[in-house]
Each structure stands twice: as structure tokens, then as C-alpha cells.
């Protein structure tokens, strides 16, 4: 038995599997507002934070339905805000 595979048999394994890793692209210039856990992700802090700036009026927040969202010039409001401050 030979240690080398042979091409076909290789491309035979890989047949019809689908890759375990998502290739997600960075649509981040393309949103015009994202949901809490993103933007706790963006500010590097909490969900928990995230609703309670919400609550608080320091970060302004629309809801779609059930879902809630904090547009990409809040975001960018609150930043230079903290900055200038």
C-alpha cells in the first residue's frame, strides 16, 4: 500500500461537504444600524451595558417590531461625545 494518496481519491473525501468555517464579510460600512450584542462588540462592553445606556437615554435605540436596533449615527455620536470628553 502505497503513503501517498492519489488526487482523485482526495477530491473523492471532499466531495459534497460543506466547510466547517463561514467566511463572514465586513459589512460593517454597509448597515445602518445594529443590534445590541454587535454593538456591545463594536464598544468592547456588555449586552448588559448596552440596555442600560439604552435605558438611560445615553444611547438612543429604535425598535423594528420586537427587534431592537441602534442606528450606525448614535453610535458614532456616542463616540465622539466620549472622545470630546
Do not use: F, W
Not at 31 to 49: F, I, M
Not at 54 to 69: F, H, M, N, P, Q
Amino acid at each position: 500500500m502505497s503513503l501517498e494518496h492519489s488526487p482523485a481519491r482526495a477530491k473523492n473525501r471532499t466531495k459534497g461537504k460543506r466547510s466547517r468555517h463561514k467566511i463572514q464579510k465586513d459589512t460593517s460600512a454597509l448597515r445602518l444600524a445594529y443590534d445590541p450584542n454587535e454593538v456591545a462588540a463594536k464598544l468592547s462592553c456588555s449586552r448588559r451595558h448596552v440596555y442600560d445606556m439604552i435605558a438611560d437615554g445615553t444611547l438612543a435605540s429604535v425598535k423594528i417590531g420586537r427587534l431592537r436596533r441602534i442606528p450606525h449615527s448614535e453610535l458614532m455620536r456616542l463616540v465622539e461625545q466620549q472622545e470630546g470628553a
